[in-house]
């Protein structure tokens, strides 16, 4: 099993840019394949970015291809979301996901309680 605890959201002006971690603790955080989802209020959680265990693939939602950067450090135990030039449609509450499986949007089986990013316009 693996904990994961989000931080680093708070509130940005459009056009700005903020970096979210994910720390992961117990098992192996390598035998892990990564992912960040987000929800907006009234919304259903969708599918934002996701890595695999070496770093060495990435995939992106369209709405966030070319301005979120996804990766990790596995001997540090994290992984990273980098959001650059950020909209307002961005706001959400951000989860990150791992999972032993090879798959992009999931399912994933463990998640963090999700840290919150408002983009004021």
């Known amino acids: 099993q693996v904990q994961l605890v989000e931080s680093g959201g708070g509130l940005v002006q459009a056009g700005g840019s903020l970096r979210l971690s994910c720390a992961a603790s117990?098992?192996?955080?390598?035998?892990?394949?990564m992912g960040w989802f987000r929800q907006a209020p009234g919304k259903e959680r969708e599918f934002v970015t996701a890595i695999t265990k070496g770093g060495l693939r990435t995939w992106y939602a369209d709405s966030v291809k070319g301005r979120f950067t996804v990766s990790r450090d596995n001997a540090k135990n994290t992984a990273y979301l980098q959001m650059k030039s950020l909209k307002p449609e961005d706001t959400a509450n951000y989860y990150c996901?791992?999972?032993?499986?090879?798959?992009?949007?999931?399912?994933?089986?463990?998640w963090g309680q999700g840290t919150q990013v408002t983009v004021s316009s």
């Open positions: 996901a791992a999972t032993p499986k090879e798959v992009i949007t999931g399912p994933y089986d463990y």
């Open positions: 117990g098992r192996t955080f390598s035998s892990y394949r």
